[in-house]
Nanobody, 116 residues
Framework: QVQLVESGGGLVQPGGSLRLSCVASLFGFSRYAMSWYRQAPGKERELVAA????????NYGDSVKGRFTISRDNAKRTVYLQMRSLKPEDTAVYYC?????????WGQGTQVTVSS
């Protein structure tokens, strides 16, 4: 059974940092492009960051460029999202996504709340 398990969310003050992790029980993890999405209440799910299967390239949503960094460790089957200079508008449920050809898997999400 494929599982993507996110962790690392929580409550943080504006300007603070968090690191999210997503551990994937995926055979052939290193073949999958991995992404982080987020969804705030009343809003559509949006792409936060994505990283290629070998970790050689990454892209970011405009609202997080320069503040968030995506990385992966294929040996650990884990993808990370380092978030810095957090803002209240970063508050959302963050989801991990894995894609390879027609295969597309999602985690259950982890809540990030940025508030003083």
């Amino acid at each position: 059974q494929v599982q993507l398990v996110e962790s690392g969310g929580g409550l943080v003050q504006p300007g603070g940092s968090l690191r999210l992790s997503c551990v994937a029980s995926l055979f052939g993890f290193s073949r999958y492009a991995m992404s982080w999405y987020r969804q705030a209440p009343g809003k559509e799910r949006e792409l936060v960051a994505a990283i290629s299967s070998d970790g050689g390239s990454a892209n970011y949503g405009d609202s997080v460029k320069g503040r968030f960094t995506i990385s992966r460790d294929n040996a650990k089957r884990t993808v990370y999202l380092q978030m810095r200079s957090l803002k209240p508008e970063d508050t959302a449920v963050y989801y991990c996504n894995a894609k390879f050809n027609s295969l597309d898997f999602w985690g259950q999400g982890t809540q990030v709340t940025v508030s003083s």
